[in-house]
Nanobody
Framework: QVQLVESGGGLVQAGGSLRLSCAAS????????KGWYRQAPGKQRELVAV????????NYADSVKGRFTFSRDNAKNTVYLQMNSLKPEDTAVYYCNGLRGTTDYWGQGTQVTVSS
């Protein structure tokens, strides 16, 4: 089993920044965090950023391009989502997602609220 724990969410004013963290623990051999997703109230979960090309590149949703940055610290088994120039429409619960073999893993999510 793999455990993913997100942190770093909170309340921020529009234009502000937050950095989310996602720490992996447990049976992490051959486990890879693949990306960040978010789910706003009444909406479906959507992709925010995903690692592609064997980890060589990251694709971002159009709505966050140029504002959000995905990074990783392999030594700490942790990935990050730096979010700048936040907008009220970024308000959502943010989840990290990973894959080990064919099994998907999700964290419990961290709430991000952006006030106008």
């Amino acid at each position: 089993q793999v455990q993913l724990v997100e942190s770093g969410g909170g309340l921020v004013q529009a234009g502000g920044s937050l950095r989310l963290s996602c720490a992996a623990s447990g049976s992490i051999f051959r486990f890879n965090v693949k990306g960040w997703y978010r789910q706003a109230p009444g909406k479906q979960r959507e992709l925010v950023a995903v690692i592609t090309g064997g980890g060589g590149s990251t694709n971002y949703a159009d709505s966050v391009k140029g504002r959000f940055t995905f990074s990783r610290d392999n030594a700490k088994n942790t990935v990050y989502l730096q979010m700048n120039s936040l907008k009220p429409e970024d308000t959502a619960v943010y989840y990290c997602n990973g894959l080990r073999g064919t099994t998907d893993y999700w964290g419990q999510g961290t709430q991000v609220t952006v006030s106008s």
